[in-house]
């Protein structure tokens, strides 16, 4: 019988041994928890994502918290998002989203619905002509979603649908939609924004005439033409951007209103290379945010509607770069102030956090300071004059709820900020709109995620909405142990942390044991936390059960550890961080965990580059190393993420030439592994291409695993499952 995603899944329920299925199940163990949980917009009930049967197929559901029952509250009837029912817009967006969820994967609060009506199909979307990125009115009465790279409007109380901007093409112009770079690199996914009082609509016009299209061919299809090619726009490191506009419409239809703004023109002069946010404050006032191509320095903007005019208001430099962030909160009103203002983030002190600034963009203050970093503002009380942000003031590897003065009295130090959380771990939390409450979402490396309601003023327990034992029955079966948490010096003496999986000493006796070290190693991700994610660490599991040790480690370069440690790796990608791998390889065999020639690397993109640079770098110590879906020279990649870290490939010539893999190969030893998908629009197969040409060339052998219909990450379970398998038999035969 053929292996399909249904073949392969059953297996998985007679199997007694760690089977190599369950790296790639989904969800994890302890994972199938609600998800996108929101209150309602009276605060009576909490909705929530749920799979009953834990699979990733979803469901909306309701819980009052008052009665402490939950109810199933939709379930589509055709079974909803499912992968082959997409387009091929659609799946390009959710490979952006990082989406893996079927069934219900968005919704959005209009207002109470009985359950028990039919639900009505107010718009149909087709493969053919699909609806993208719907949103509802703030007033509930308007949906408003970009259909044929045009936006447009359905009055839901009518039914009837008005198209909105007109002039887009299917091949360089769109309207409303966020472009790949926002999408993918600025953490921006929307390219449009209802004003509060849902009478207007701002939106970007994206034109990307100027960029070279790159082709990826479907090579694993039987048929030929243009149904099994792609063509993107992709923007490679020192090339053109696409060229923004950003517009306002009347949500009933007329003129746009473009505003003083063209981002991505290029030249030495222009410092709006990217639009980055867009905000509406009350009164009709739009802002945006905008960076230049350097990452050095922000501007917001503010705008008259009517007449386009702009006005700086703020504007922020950083030699070491400035990393975006969703932290501008309008103000109503501030103290002994005629108007109001908002909050801001900086890094400026070398650790993001909160300050005051007034309307016209002074700043009164900080609202937090020290050597930690604000990652969240999870709600504002200005009658209070209480801010509630989520942080690292505990420590790096941990994150909690905290309340502080919003606005703190410039003559007096401020207040130490008041934890609202309880328990080591993780702390993810939606508090609800009358500052009552909030959902606190709970992890750690002992303890899977439970969700519970609990008081915003001190944090106690109102009500548990999900919560599972410690031996989840997966867990329980495979004999997971949580990893060591250890702290290592790099060379100048900064702190790591790393996690260290160890083999069962009674089963294969005393170190030194076989080890391959988990890397990702890049910007904005941190591996290391006290979080059960670490525990159902299912590739590390299963290889400590084979009894290979498994140690990860974080870094220089790597998140939330303030912009000193990240700016570590500026101009440096490839060097400080690979060196730092190696510091923790030579930690593990001074502590006679690991034995010289017996330790391999694996990780996936930045990883997977890491890992080939280690291997390349520092032959005598690392024996092999898996390379999935690699940059291998960093010309190949996108203009915002390689142009951040590493500069202008014209003004860092040698930064380039260093950073790329193909130019430490003759140095190579080891047995390398590179696995890729052949349609990945995200890191180009062509990087694994040049790699395998530049190894020929100097008569270096590897192995190739390649995923003909897979992107930057294998999707389909059986492909999954081979790769596991093939990657075991790599690693087995390496060490």
């Given amino acids: 019988m053929p292996v399909t995603d249904t073949t392969a899944a059953n297996g998985l329920d007679n199997c007694t041994v760690f089977p190599v299925e369950e790296i790639v199940q989904y969800p994890l163990p302890g994972y199938g928890t609600p998800t996108a949980i929101s209150f309602s917009p009276d605060d009576s009930l909490i909705a929530y994502l749920f799979s009953p049967d834990l699979t990733l197929n979803r469901k909306l559901f309701v819980l009052d918290p008052k009665s402490g029952k939950h109810d199933l509250f939709f379930s589509p009837p055709d079974g909803g998002i499912d992968e082959n029912n997409l387009s091929a817009d659609e799946k390009l967006r959710r490979e952006r989203l990082r989406e893996r969820g079927l069934g219900v994967t968005h919704y959005e609060w209009i207002y109470l619905q009985d359950a028990a009506v039919k639900p009505e199909l107010k718009i149909p979307s087709v493969s053919s002509s699909p609806i993208i990125d719907p949103h509802i009115s703030p007033d509930g009465t308007m949906l408003a979603y970009v259909r044929n790279n045009e936006l447009h409007m359905l009055n839901l109380l009518y039914n009837m649908s008005k198209q909105l901007t007109e002039g887009a093409n299917k091949n360089t112009i769109t309207h409303g939609l966020a472009e790949f770079i926002a999408q993918e690199e600025m953490d921006r996914k929307n390219g449009f924004w209802w004003s509060p009082d849902s009478n207007l609509i701002a939106f970007t016009e994206v034109d990307s005439s100027e960029i070279p299209l790159f082709r990826i061919m479907h090579e694993g299809k039987n048929s030929v033409g243009s149904d099994v090619q792609e063509d993107h726009a992709y923007p490679f490191a020192g090339g053109s951007n696409v060229k923004v506009r950003l517009g306002v419409v009347s949500a009933s239809g007329g003129p746009v209103s473009w505003m003083d703004l063209v981002c991505g023109r290029g030249g030495q002069e222009n410092d709006e290379e990217y639009l980055a946010r867009v905000n ?11 960076l230049n191509r350097t990452h050095t320095k922000l501007k917001l903007l503010k705008f008259d509607i009517k007449t386009g005019q702009r006005q700086v208001i703020l504007q922020e430099e950083n030699e070491t770069w400035i990393n975006l962030h969703d932290f501008f909160t309008h103000l109503d009103r501030i103290p002994n102030k005629s108007f109001g203002g908002f909050i801001w983030a900086s890094e400026k002190t070398g650790f993001r956090h909160l300050y ?9 203050g ?21 801010v509630y942000f989520t942080g690292t003031l505990d420590g790096p590897l941990e994150s909690h709820l905290y309340c502080t003065n919003l606005f703190p009295d410039a003559s007096h130090s401020l207040q130490a900020p008041l934890k609202l959380t309880h328990g080591k771990g993780k702390h993810l939390v939606v508090i609800d709109h009358q500052l009552q409450s909030f959902v606190d979402i ?5 303890s899977p995620p439970k969700i519970t309601v609990r008081s915003l003023l001190d944090g106690s327990l109102i009500t548990s909405l999900y919560e599972q034992p410690v ?14 948490v250890i702290q290592v010096e790099a060379k100048d003496g900064t702190a790591l942390y790393g996690a260290l999986y160890k083999p069962d000493a009674a089963k294969f006796g005393p170190p030194p044991y076989k080890t391959m070290i988990h890397v990702y190693g890049g910007p904005s991700i941190q591996l290391v936390r006290d979080s059960w994610i670490n525990t159902v660490d299912m590739r590390a599991q299963y290889l400590r059960s084979k009894g290979v040790l498994v140690w990860k480690m974080d870094n220089r370069g790597t998140a939330r550890r303030g912009l000193k440690f990240a700016g570590a790796l500026k101009y440096n990608c490839g060097q400080i961080d690979a060196e730092d791998q190696l510091t923790g390889a030579e930690w593990l065999i001074k502590q006679g965990w690991a034995k010289l020639g017996r330790i391999g690397l694996y990780g996936w993109s930045y990883g997977g580059y890491v890992s080939a640079m280690a291997l390349a770098r520092f032959p005598e110590v690392f024996k092999c190393a898996v390379s999935g879906a690699p940059v291998t020279s960093w010309d190949g990649y996108d203009t915002f993420y390689t142009e951040k870290y590493m500069g202008l490939p014209s003004e860092n010539q040698s930064g380039y030439l260093q950073s790329s893999v193909m130019h430490h190969i003759d140095n190579m030893k080891g047995k390398l592994l590179l696995v890729h998908g052949m349609i990945d629009e995200n890191v180009h197969f062509t990087h694994t291409e040049r790699l395998v040409n530049a190894l020929v060339a100097a008569r270096k052998p590897c192995e ?5 219909d897979e992107r930057h990450m294998p999707r389909r379970l059986r492909n999954r499952i081979h790769m596991e398998e093939r990657i075991w038999e790599f690693i087995e035969q390496s060490l």
């Fill in 366 to 386: 900080p609202i937090t300071e020290g050597d930690w970093m604000v990652e969240q503002v999870a709600g504002v009380n200005e009658a209070s004059g209480l």
């Fill in 356 to 364: 005051l600034h007034d309307s016209d963009g002074v700043c009164l």
């Fill in 280 to 290: 509406w404050m009350h009164g009709d006032v739009l802002t945006a945010q905008v």
């Fill in 471 to 484: 031996n989840v029955p997966r867990f329980k079966e495979l004999r997971l142990e949580p990893p060591e």
């Fill in 442 to 446: 709970h992890d750690s490396l002992d």
């Fill in 704 to 708: 190739l695993l390649i995923f003909p």
